[in-house]
C-alpha cells in the first residue's frame, strides 16, 4: 500500500510538470520570425510544445517520432536538438519519460529529471537550444538555473518576462 502511495504522488508529480511544461508556450508563445532556408519562419505554440515534450501514447511510435522529428528539422534546416518523450495514455498519465539525443534514447525515471537533463546535454556539449522554444530554454536556463554567458540570445520579450518575473519575486519577499 505505502509503495503505490508513493507511484501514485510520483506519477502525479510527473503529470503536473509535463502539463506546466505543454501549458507554457500558451502563456509565452514565440515571437518574432527566424530567418532560416533563406526564408522567414514563425515557429507556431505547436511546434514550441513539442520542442519542449512530445507525447506518444505507446512506446513504438518512438521510432516514428524521431523520424518526424528529424525530417522536420531538415525542412527548417536545422540540426534535431535533443527533445523530451513523455509515453502515457494521455498527457496527465504519461508514466515513463525518454530523452533523444540524435539517434539516441536514453530512459529517465521522471519528468523533472528529463527536463534537467536535457538543459544539461544542451550545455556540456555547447548546443543551441531549439528555435521553436529558445525563449522558454532561455527563460529556464536564467531563471531556475541562475546562469547566463555571453552568448546568450536575449530578446526584448525574454528580458520583459525574466524582469517581471524578478519584480513578482520581489514583491512576495
Same mark, same amino acid.
Given at each position: 500500500?505505502? /509503495?503505490? !502511495?508513493?507511484? =501514485?504522488?510520483?506519477?502525479?508529480?510527473?503529470?503536473? #510538470?509535463?502539463?506546466?511544461?505543454?501549458?507554457?508556450?500558451?502563456? +509565452?508563445?514565440?515571437? @518574432?520570425?527566424?530567418?532560416?532556408?533563406?526564408?522567414?519562419?514563425?515557429? =507556431?505554440?505547436? %511546434? !514550441?510544445? *513539442?520542442?519542449? #515534450?512530445?507525447?506518444?501514447?505507446?512506446? @513504438?511510435?518512438? /521510432?516514428?517520432?524521431?523520424?518526424?522529428?528529424? $525530417? $522536420?528539422?531538415?525542412? #527548417? @534546416?536545422?540540426?534535431?536538438?535533443?527533445?523530451?518523450?513523455?509515453? @502515457?495514455? /494521455?498527457?496527465?498519465?504519461?508514466?515513463?519519460?525518454?530523452?533523444?539525443?540524435?539517434?539516441? #534514447?536514453?530512459?529517465?525515471?521522471?519528468?523533472? %529529471?528529463?527536463?534537467?537533463? !536535457?538543459?544539461?546535454?544542451?550545455?556540456?556539449?555547447?548546443?543551441?537550444?531549439?528555435?521553436?522554444? $529558445?525563449? +522558454?530554454?532561455?527563460?529556464?536556463?536564467?531563471?531556475?538555473?541562475?546562469? =547566463?554567458? *555571453?552568448? *546568450?540570445?536575449? /530578446?526584448?520579450?525574454?528580458?520583459?518576462?525574466? =524582469?517581471?518575473?524578478?519584480?513578482?519575486?520581489?514583491?512576495?519577499?
Amino acid at each position: 500500500m505505502e /509503495t503505490d !502511495c508513493r507511484t =501514485s504522488t510520483k506519477n502525479s508529480e510527473n503529470s503536473k #510538470i509535463v502539463i506546466q511544461l505543454k501549458l507554457l508556450p500558451h502563456l +509565452l508563445p514565440p515571437k @518574432g520570425r527566424v530567418y532560416l532556408k533563406k526564408q522567414h519562419w514563425k515557429p =507556431s505554440i505547436i %511546434e !514550441c510544445k *513539442d520542442s519542449l #515534450i512530445v507525447h506518444i501514447t505507446i512506446l @513504438g511510435d518512438i /521510432t516514428k517520432i524521431q523520424e518526424n522529428r528529424r $525530417a $522536420a528539422a531538415a525542412n #527548417i @534546416g536545422t540540426t534535431l536538438q535533443p527533445y523530451v518523450i513523455a509515453v @502515457g495514455p /494521455t498527457l496527465a498519465k504519461s508514466n515513463e519519460f525518454f530523452l533523444a539525443v540524435d539517434t539516441t #534514447i536514453y530512459k529517465i525515471l521522471s519528468a523533472l %529529471e528529463a527536463i534537467d537533463i !536535457c538543459y544539461k546535454i544542451y550545455h556540456v556539449f555547447d548546443l543551441e537550444y531549439p528555435v521553436e522554444s $529558445a525563449h +522558454l530554454w532561455l527563460l529556464m536556463q536564467r531563471e531556475l538555473y541562475h546562469y =547566463s554567458n *555571453d552568448v *546568450d540570445k536575449l /530578446t526584448p520579450y525574454v528580458t520583459e518576462t525574466i =524582469s517581471d518575473l524578478r519584480t513578482l519575486e520581489n514583491t512576495n519577499a
